[in-house]
């Protein structure tokens, strides 16, 4: 009975010595991945970033994108302008449709007014 007492008192001493062990490898394996390589990243990202090697290396890359950008815009522009400008034709053209067929009324109603006429003109001769 005595051995079972003995196992019992040392059981919630080992029992914490297993949470400390866990918690130290836990740490160190956290500080590992977390701790001093964080700073280290940073550091290498900007390492990593393109510097330009002579001034003119840099303001070319800059004018390229400038560039890049206002043709994108410009033909952005293009394409808003030949829609607008398909639209206006086509409203043009359905005007001068519109307009060719009031021509066209316009002059059977002179040829209708002249042919009146002239049979008014006849009519009138007669008597």
């Known amino acids: 009975m005595m051995p ?6 040392l059981a919630p001493w080992m029992f914490a010595a297993g949470i400390a062990l866990l918690t130290w490898v836990l740490l160190k394996r956290s500080f590992r991945y ?3 390589p ?26 390229l994108a400038r560039i890049e950008r206002q ?3 410009m033909h952005e522009m293009t394409r808003d302008l030949n829609g ?7 409203v043009l053209e359905k005007l001068i449709s519109d307009s060719q067929r ?3 009324r316009m002059e059977q109603l002179l040829d209708r007014a002249d042919q009146k006429q002239t049979a008014d003109n006849e009519t009138a001769s007669f008597e």
Do not use: C, Y
């Open 4 to 9: 079972l007492l003995a196992n019992m008192a």
């Open 34 to 36: 977390f701790g001093r």
């Open 38 to 63: 964080r700073g280290k990243r940073f550091i290498k990202a900007l390492e990593e970033q393109h510097r330009p090697t002579s001034t003119w290396d840099g303001v070319q890359r800059d004018s």
């Open 71 to 73: 043709k994108v815009e």
């Open 84 to 90: 607008e400008l398909n639209s206006k034709i086509i």
């Open 102 to 104: 009031q021509i066209e």
